[in-house]
């Protein structure tokens, strides 16, 4: 047997029950039978992708209390098996997951208090920046146009509900979430700076233009959409955050 056909009847074996044509195919290592064996590895696997979840949704896991969350990630890890062993990247399409099912549609800010979770994630896990200085971002705020690109360890977040306010009890005692004003939107700035992770909420005008700077447009081009709104001391204070919390990753000139 090939080592590649040996590794695709082991991870079958612990996703799914193994015929007794493949158990016959195979040898145990000690004195566990294969059928024990591959229990006892379906249980870890099972708890590393379980543990995985927690740590990231850990806001989702104290709304729904341990025995839903328990619940609902069993049948996620049995519906995504992890493709990898890379513990990292597992959960990444659990907010469409919880999309699709009906334990959880009478809550309706969990699918954006998961996708939330997964940006903190996502930023935490990100290379420690190293933006431009910031006498740099000053010597060219003032020209004609330019173009911003922002470190990776950033995000922009937005909400029809204030899922940073579940998010801050997250490490007190559990009690019901009605208890706590999340039915208002939010603008929520992500960013990791010396090597610590930040959430601060921005003017949703301002979300949207840092979005549009990301995309790829110019100052100009992503100022122009919102004219109307956007006022010069606006301008100011957008500057301000962009240079205060040091996501910028360099400036073009155009």
């Known amino acids: 047997m090939k080592t590649s056909e040996a590794q695709h009847l082991f991870k ?15 040898r145990p290592v000690g004195n566990i039978p294969l059928e024990q064996g591959f229990e006892i590895y379906h249980d ?14 850990e806001t989702f896991a104290w709304v729904l209390g341990p025995d839903l969350f328990h619940e609902l990630t069993g049948r996620y890890i049995e519906s995504q098996p992890a493709v990898s062993f890379r513990l990292s990247e597992y959960g990444a399409n659990f ?9 959880t549609r009478g809550i309706p800010f969990l699918q954006d ?3 939330f979770e997964w940006l903190l994630k996502e930023v935490n896990n990100a290379a420690t ?6 006498e740099n971002v000053h010597d060219v705020i003032h020209s004609n146009n330019f173009r911003i690109s922002f470190i990776e360890a950033m995000g922009i977040f937005q909400s029809m509900y204030s899922v ?26 992500i960013y990791k700076k010396d090597k610590e992770l930040m959430v601060e909420p921005i003017d949703p005008t301002h979300a949207e233009v840092i979005l549009d700077l990301r995309k790829g447009k110019s100052i100009s081009q992503a100022l122009s959409g919102f004219s109307e709104v956007i006022s010069p001391a606006d301008n100011k204070k957008l500057f301000h955050i962009l240079m ?10 155009l």
């Open 12 to 26: 079958s074996g612990m996703f799914n029950v193994v015929s007794d044509q493949v158990l016959q195919g195979m």
């Open 129 to 134: 920046p190293d933006p431009v200085p910031v």
């Open 95 to 103: 907010p469409e997951y919880l999309g699709a099912t009906a334990k």
């Open 244 to 253: 205060r919390t040091g996501i910028i990753d360099d400036i073009i000139l």
């Open 164 to 189: 940073t306010s579940l998010w801050a009890h997250r490490k007190e005692p559990r009690y019901m979430y009605e208890d706590i004003d999340w039915n208002k939107p939010e603008s929520v700035l």
């Open 44 to 57: 870890i696997y099972y708890s590393k992708l379980a543990g995985a979840l927690a740590r990231t949704y």
């Open 113 to 115: 208090l998961a996708q």
